[in-house]
Structure formats: structure tokens, C-alpha cells
């Protein structure tokens, strides 16, 4: 098992983004707006700032956006020089990467968040690397994937960011089994990926950050078929699994996932409330709804 540093991720950007149309009609899910960025600005920058150097899109058809969002837009950035308007071109820059630090593959058919993780094997070679799936927004103190690189550089193999969700929801996921549970992170002993209701082995659920090993790829290219007749990431970890050891870690942090259209707006207005910018701004425009609420509330 490979012990070099995680310096690369993958981020699947090819999904359609269905729970959110019609939005992502013509925008990528990926580039819809929290507050005042793309969700794909959070996690990029998330990665960033748990040290990641090199990024992996594997996209698809009608996302020729995402590329176009980290590269130059020389009009753009004309006139905003001839403007003075330095403080937004800086952060525009600040987010472009350095000349081939970023990558995209094309996954031609929709078989899966497997199929799609296997289509970066190329790139990614002979090193652990993380998986971030784009939709899920996490906010936290110490960036999710900087805990999930931290808990692998402890306990090494393989690390599966998770989170608990009520027990009526786990069917919707995948879901790990743990051998005992003391703390945030924990040997696993198996995972399933939705299980049927009623049957899952727990309550936490796989929530979109991974730390994983190369040989993931070699059982990635068996391309045997799980739920939904989708190649499944699941079901090859739980195979890599016989053989390497994988932890689930709790993180401490609180996940929106922007692939859902209520997700989307909880965190665009918690994420406004926490703005060091627009913050109070948010608080003004979005207190009256509330009161409004209240008085709407029948009297006891
Ligand atoms: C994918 C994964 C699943 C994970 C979920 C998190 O499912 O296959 O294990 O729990 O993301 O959002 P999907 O949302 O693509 O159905």
C-alpha cells in the first residue's frame, strides 16, 4: 500500500444535476451560485487548503463551463483593470491554478461515480488521492479533506468521510458498518451503497469525501454493476476492503448538499449569514421573512 503524500484529487463534474432542474438546464450543477461563488469554488478552495496540488475533473458533455471557469477571461479582466476594480480581479486570479495543475477527463457515458473515479486513473497513477463529490458544500473550521488527509496520515489506508442522518434517510446513500464506534474515527468493517430501507448497517452515511488508494482502480476496472446498474465507487471499496484497511471518519463540520434544491438554499443562507463581507447585509434581508413567520404563527 502506497505511503506517498495525497497530492492529488478527483472531482466528478459529468452528473446532470436532475434534482435541481431546471437550473442546470444550460449551467452546470457545479457552477450554480452559494451566496456569491459556485459551489465548485468551495471546493476547490476546500482542497486547496488541505494542501492538494493537482485537480482531476472528469466531466462530460455541456460542461465546457467548468473549464472555462478556471481560466483566464481576458476581456473580462480588461476592463475590470481599466475600472479599478482590483479587488475582484484579484480573487478572480487567486482562483486560477498554476499551468498544469488541472486536468479534465471526459467520461462519454453516465455508468456511475465508479466508472467516473476509474476514468482519472491515468492521471492519477501510483498514489493515494482524494475524491471530493462537488455537490456536497462542507463547512468547517479545519477543512473536511485536511481531516480526512490528517486521520490518514495517523492511521494510513484508506479514509471515507461520514456523517450520521436519521435512520429514515440512510436508503438514499451509501452507508458504512463499523467494527466498534469510540470517537470520530473508526476501522470499518463493510459498506453498502442504498441499502433497502430497514436493512442498513448504520446510520452514517458516505458523505463525499475520500482518501484512497491506487489498487481501488484495478477492482474499478471489473466494471461489475451495483445499485441503479451503475458502477458503483461503493462497492469497490467494499471489495478493496478484504485486502486494505479503511477507516470512516466523523468530521467536525456541517454538509449542505447543493444537489438537492432545499440543500441549495440552506446553505446559501447559512453560508450569507456567515459572510465576513455580505454577512450583516444577509442578516438585515432575511430577518423580516422570519418575524413575518412568527406572526403568521397561530397563538396558543
Ligand atoms: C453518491 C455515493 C454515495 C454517497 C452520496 C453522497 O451517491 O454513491 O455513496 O453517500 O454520493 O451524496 P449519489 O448521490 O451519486 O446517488
Request: charged share 20%.
Amino acid at each position: 500500500m502506497s505511503l506517498k503524500r495525497v497530492r492529488k484529487a478527483v472531482v466528478p463534474v459529468a452528473g446532470l444535476g436532475t434534482r435541481v432542474l431546471p437550473g442546470t438546464k444550460v449551467v452546470p450543477k457545479e457552477l450554480l451560485n452559494v451566496v456569491d461563488r459556485p459551489i465548485l469554488s468551495y471546493v476547490v478552495a476546500e482542497a486547496k487548503a488541505a494542501g492538494i496540488e493537482h485537480f482531476v475533473f472528469v466531466t462530460g458533455r455541456n460542461k465546457g463551463a467548468i473549464e472555462d471557469y478556471f481560466d483566464h477571461q481576458l476581456e473580462l479582466e480588461a476592463q475590470l483593470t481599466a475600472k479599478g476594480k482590483t479587488a475582484i480581479l484579484d480573487e478572480l486570479l487567486s482562483e486560477l491554478p498554476q499551468a498544469g495543475q488541472m486536468s479534465f477527463v471526459r467520461q462519454m457515458q453516465p455508468h456511475g461515480l465508479g466508472h467516473a473515479v476509474w476514468c482519472a486513473r491515468d492521471i492519477i497513477g501510483d498514489e493515494p488521492f482524494a475524491v471530493l463529490l462537488p455537490d456536497m458544500v462542507m463547512d468547517a473550521d479545519v477543512p473536511a479533506l485536511k481531516q480526512a488527509i490528517d486521520a490518514q496520515a495517523s492511521v494510513g489506508g484508506n479514509i471515507i468521510v461520514v456523517e450520521p442522518v436519521p435512520h429514515d434517510q440512510t436508503h438514499q446513500y451509501g452507508v458504512v458498518a463499523l467494527e466498534t464506534q469510540s470517537g470520530r474515527l473508526n476501522k470499518m468493517t463493510g459498506m453498502v451503497e442504498k441499502p433497502a430501507k430497514g436493512t442498513a448497517p448504520s446510520n452514517l452515511i458516505v458523505s463525499g469525501r475520500y482518501i484512497l488508494q491506487p489498487e481501488i482502480f484495478e477492482l474499478l476496472a471489473s466494471q461489475e454493476r451495483g445499485a441503479g446498474g451503475e458502477i458503483q465507487l461503493t462497492d469497490a471499496m467494499a471489495r478493496l476492503m478484504t485486502t486494505q484497511s479503511f477507516h470512516a471518519l466523523e468530521y467536525d463540520g456541517v454538509t449542505y448538499d447543493c444537489g438537492d434544491k432545499i440543500g441549495l438554499l440552506r446553505a446559501n443562507v447559512a453560508l450569507a449569514l456567515k459572510h465576513p463581507q455580505l454577512g450583516a447585509a444577509a442578516r438585515d434581508a432575511l430577518t423580516p421573512f422570519f418575524a413575518q413567520e412568527r406572526t403568521a404563527e397561530p397563538a396558543e
